[in-house]
Structure formats: structure tokens, C-alpha cells
């Protein structure tokens, strides 16, 4: 019997002990934990019959669906590391992705056959094998577990940080460290058997598929996975009766935008929760209005962190808006320090440190190996925040988004929160653009949702802050540029 302690242990357990009972619902397909099992189990002998070994590293292609499941748990049972990717690459991208970890394949889903074909004529030197097709032309596969000898703390996954200002960094995590993540967020959400998770951002960003997904596994929790539209979230709660759920902040602007919204029953909803980002004030109001709930759970961490961090809890949202909250989550630890280490005072800025026991093992390169970036267990997040007198945790900045301008750092979210205060404002993003006198100075790009000058935002921004801090250059944009994971690509911007 495979080990409880690995990922795809805890699959096995919940085929055995929920049968034919339903546990997923895909676009296509509702499946119970053992069919997926089942599957799974065909891809892991496909895979160990064409000689895939312990610890070498497979892309996986594919969008939320049954071939994203078969594939990944098919990976980790033989022992090898699966590395979901983001669909939306393109082929040179792909190909520096591959060549950085060192992948040997590709498991693809049917519908990037042609991204595949054009793949394969730019590198040649590793396998790309559709998952369709192993399915239906290896039907004789058994479907019966491996029970290959793996540990606890043996490499499972590679997550890839979300790129926006560059070369994504390969994230390695091992068995332990995922489940010791599962544990913990099914503990901070009291995730039982009885809840069903809607998964609808991509499975291949750290929050949706190791916080959420994950923990529902550990828990033996039903979910419903799909690729995500603004009428397909309200859609799926009401039909599907699903109780957690998580996106990105824009996911539930889109969601509360659409013209019907509140015809949509999500009352069987008790964790609308999302990360990557604050929510402004006003758009958690017209948010709350639009779903007519008041159960937000903000999430922060980083892939390199599981991603775990802390979080807000409904009842704080108001009060304590804009704060990631005040306490770690269950088995991490937080502190705000200085550059010498040592611990900010109230009202002080500092960078955001977190250790525990669900950071990832290092950055994994083919060349280099792991490399380790923790400073005596700790990692160094890159946030600047500060804590108020109660203890909240305010984050001010990225510490690369920092503009300098005439020698004084400004802090683009706290102008970011200014903009978004204003009623015709939906969106905003701030960045530094080159300035031959101050060296950098600020720009602000702007989504609206009604009509408004240039000169009134100007003049509500100076109301609120500090004449060094107002943007001189305004762009208004129908939206903001974003990855598959819903960041701001910045970068674009600044052009």
C-alpha cells in the first residue's frame, strides 16, 4: 500500500474509502475519486513502461479538466516531478521553460496538438505524449496502484512564479510540504468531507492548486473544476451548491460586474477567497452588495511559500481593510524586520519574512541543481509593510516596485488605493516611467467604469496625498494587461 505520506497517497485513501461516490465535476465529465485513481494509475504505467524515472521532471499542457487529474497524480506515482504550466506560453516560452528544468516529456491535452507540433520541431530531444491518447489507445493499462517506495520528502512539483517582470523561477516542493500545507489550510477553513470546491482560476498557480485543490483532497471534499468566465462562477455555484471557492481579486470584480448577478443564488458559499492582491474598499462593498455576502477570506503568500502566509477573516475586513491580517496561519511563522534583521516598531516599514514548514525546498535549475534562498529558515518575501498598533499587517509595496523619484522612495499601492477610492474608478495601477530630471517619476494607468476627467482625478488625489507622491502621467485603459493568474503584468505599462 502506497505510503500516506505522499500527494497521490491521499488520492488512494479517498478511492478506497469514498468508492463511487462523486468527487469531481469537469466540463465534460462527474467522477468519483476512484475512476480518478483509476486513470491516474494508467498514465503512471504508461509512463514507468516508457521508462520515466524517479525524480525527472514532466511538463503538463492542459486546462482544468480530467486530463490535468489523471496527469498529475499519474506523474507523482511514479515518483517523478510534475510541473504544470501555464496554456498560455507561447512556444519559445515553452522551450525555455523545458530546457530550464531539464524536462525529459510533455502529457498534453488534445486541444494544444498544434502548439505540440510546433514544439516538437523546435526541440526534438524529449517526448510530448497527448493524454487522450495513452487513455484510449492503452485501455489494457492496469488501473491498479504501483506502490513504488516513495518519501515523504522526495520532490514532487515544480511550480512557476508568475513572470511578470520576467523569466519565470522553477519552485520545487516535495511530498511533505504540500500535504503540510493541505493540513493547515483545512484546519484555517474547517474544510470537511461535506464541502465542495469550485476551482475555476488556473491549476497551474500555487494558490488554486496547492491551498485549495490540495486541501480539499486531504479533506475528501467533492469539487468542481473548470476554466473561468465571470457567468460560469455564478453559474456553477448555484448549480453545483459549492462552498469555498478562490480567485483573484479581479475574478469577483468580473463576477459582480455582470448585469444579472444578484438573480444568481451563492448562498451555499462559506469561503469567498482570494489573493494576489488587496481589495480596494469601495470594490469589497460593491462586491459584498453584488454577491449579498459578507464571507472574504483574503489570502497572502507566495509560491515559494506553498503559498501560506496569513490571512483576513470576514469580520476584519472593514475595520482592518487593505491588512493581510494579524496572525500567521497555523504552522507558519510571520515577522516585519529591518535590513538588519531585528523587528519593526509599530507604524515602522520593514520586508515581510515567513518561515514554517511548507516553503519550498529552493529554486530547482537543470544546471544548478536546488538552490537554497532562505537566510537561517527564513524567507525574504520582498513585501515592505508595517504593523499597526493592534498588530495588523499592512503591506505597502513590492520592494522592486518602489519608485525613486528625486531621492524619495514612493509607494505605488498606496497611490493605487487612492485612485480606486474614486467612484468612477474600477481599477488602477501605478508605475515609475523614466524622467531625465528626477530619474523616475510616477504613472498612473486607470480603468473606469464611468465618466470622469483627467483634471477631477488630479484633484482627488491631491485632497489625499503628498504633492511628491501624484502621478504626472494618467493612461485610461478599457483594462489592465494580465497573466494567466490575474497579476498586472507592470511591465507593459511602463511602455
Known amino acids: 500500500m502506497t505510503s500516506q505520506a505522499t500527494v497521490h497517497g491521499l488520492l488512494e485513501r479517498n478511492a478506497r474509502k469514498y468508492l463511487t461516490e462523486e468527487a469531481f465535476v469537469t466540463p465534460t465529465s462527474r467522477l468519483s475519486y476512484s475512476q480518478v485513481n483509476a486513470f491516474a494509475n494508467q498514465i503512471a504505467h504508461y509512463l514507468k513502461n516508457s521508462g520515466v524515472g524517479s525524480g525527472e521532471r514532466i511538463l503538463i499542457l492542459s486546462r482544468n479538466n480530467e486530463q490535468f487529474l489523471f496527469s498529475f497524480f499519474g506523474v507523482l506515482k511514479i515518483g517523478a516531478i510534475v510541473a504544470p504550466i501555464n496554456t498560455r506560453l507561447t512556444k519559445e516560452e515553452l522551450v525555455q521553460v523545458l530546457m530550464n528544468i531539464g524536462a525529459v516529456g510533455i502529457l498534453y491535452e488534445a486541444s494544444f496538438s498544434t502548439m505540440i507540433h510546433e514544439l516538437n520541431h523546435a526541440i526534438s530531444t524529449i517526448w510530448m505524449h497527448c493524454i487522450q491518447n495513452i487513455l484510449q489507445f492503452q485501455h489494457h493499462l492496469p488501473t491498479s496502484n504501483l506502490d513504488l517506495p516513495i518519501r515523504a520528502e522526495d520532490p514532487c512539483e515544480i511550480l512557476f512564479t508568475s513572470g511578470t517582470t520576467g523569466t519565470p523561477k522553477a519552485v520545487l516542493f516535495s511530498h511533505d510540504r504540500l500535504r503540510n500545507l493541505a493540513a493547515a489550510i483545512c484546519v484555517e477553513f474547517h474544510i470537511t468531507r461535506s464541502d465542495k470546491l469550485l476551482t475555476l482560476m488556473p491549476l497551474t498557480h500555487s494558490a488554486p492548486l496547492n491551498c485549495f485543490f490540495l486541501s480539499g483532497i486531504y479533506a475528501g471534499s467533492s469539487h468542481v473544476i473548470a476554466d473561468f468566465s465571470p457567468q460560469l462562477f455564478l453559474q456553477s455555484i448555484q448549480s453545483e451548491h459549492s462552498t469555498i471557492t478562490f480567485a483573484a481579486p479581479i475574478g469577483y470584480i468580473l463576477a459582480a460586474k455582470e ?18 492582491g488587496s481589495l480596494a474598499s469601495t470594490a469589497y462593498i460593491q462586491i459584498k452588495s453584488a454577491f449579498q455576502s459578507d464571507r472574504f477570506y483574503q489570502v497572502y503568500g507566495l509560491t515559494e511559500a506553498g503559498p501560506n502566509g496569513s490571512f483576513l477573516s470576514p469580520d476584519e475586513h472593514l475595520a482592518k481593510a487593505g491588512s493581510i491580517g494579524k496572525h500567521p496561519t497555523l504552522n507558519m511563522e510571520l515577522r516585519v524586520v529591518r535590513d538588519d534583521g531585528t523587528d519593526v516598531s509599530s507604524g515602522e516599514r520593514g520586508e515581510i519574512i515567513l518561515a514554517g514548514d511548507t516553503l519550498m525546498l529552493g529554486y530547482y535549475h537543470a544546471l544548478h541543481g536546488i538552490s537554497e534562498v532562505t537566510d537561517h529558515g527564513w524567507l525574504k518575501t520582498g513585501d515592505i509593510a508595517y504593523r499597526d498598533e493592534e498588530g495588523y499587517v499592512f503591506i505597502v509595496d513590492r520592494k522592486k516596485d518602489i519608485i525613486i523619484s528625486g531621492g524619495v ?8 488605493e487612492v485612485l480606486s477610492s474614486h467612484p468612477a474608478v474600477t481599477e488602477a495601477c501605478v508605475v515609475d516611467v523614466p524622467n531625465d530630471e528626477w530619474g523616475e517619476t510616477v504613472k498612473a494607468v486607470v480603468v473606469l467604469n464611468k465618466s470622469v476627467t483627467e483634471q477631477e482625478l488630479r484633484t482627488h488625489v491631491a485632497s489625499l496625498l503628498a504633492d511628491y507622491k501624484c ?22 505599462l511602463k511602455k
Open 259 to 276: 448585469l444579472n448577478v444578484q438573480s444568481y443564488d451563492l448562498s451555499s458559499v462559506r469561503v469567498f477567497a482570494y489573493g494576489g
Open 409 to 416: 522612495n514612493i509607494y505605488p499601492r498606496e497611490i493605487e
Open 471 to 492: 502621478p504626472r502621467i494618467y493612461q485610461f485603459v478599457p483594462e489592465l494587461p494580465r497573466n494567466a493568474n490575474g497579476k498586472v503584468l507592470k511591465n507593459d
